[in-house]
């Protein structure tokens, strides 16, 4: 067989067998992603991660939701678990993470920035923790994301223009936090939103005119802030909290 033939056959086969280490490879990452964001943890009186080690696969840990093939870790739910510590940077490298869900918990310090890199992200969910410090910087790219919940922590700063770019958001939920400034007019450009929290913060001045362009809009609550002005050019609700 010449080198021609030789080659020819070697192309047929890396296309009919395509190498599985890329697969192996991204389960392994999301492993020692996992595993090292067990280590800032901490939980009691018994430990819910128990199955969480080096000896099995992530899919099948509490909580870990992998696709089809079990290649890459898809959703991450350890909402309600007692947990504490703080959320690793190492959270960042799950880049095929679609749902991240840590409601309920008693988790502590800043979210981590590395989150930002987590662009396939549909549903994020940290309420009811104790996160402090400010959003992330670059949560514009997080493209896909429909739901944002990070009601009743202790986050600060004021509501970050990049909202505006989350073009797919249907659920804003920032209340009970302690965010100051005025509210970004900008937001009304997020047509597909139906759900905005601002409730139990310290914003101020006045709902933006623009939002009366939100016709997907159903839940409003911005209640204990100090924003003023008129709200008539709002759609009457009984789903809007305004007082």
Known sequence: MNFLSQFLVLLIFIKCFPSVEPATLGITTDKEALLSFMSSISYEPHNPLSTWNQTTSPCNWTGVLCNKMGSRVMGLDLSGLQLSGSISRYIGN???????????NRFIGPIPQEITKLFRLKVLNMSSNQIEGVLPPNISQWKELETLDMME?????????????LTRLKVLKLGKNHFYGEIPPSLANVSSLTTLNFG???LSGVIPSEFGRLRNLTELDITINNITGCFSFLVSSSAFNMS
């Open 94 to 104: 799950l880049s095929f993470l679609q749902s991240l869900h840590l409601q309920n």
């Open 153 to 165: 922590n202790r986050i600060t700063g004021k509501l970050p223009e990049e909202l505006s770019k």
């Open 200 to 202: 139990t913060n310290s």
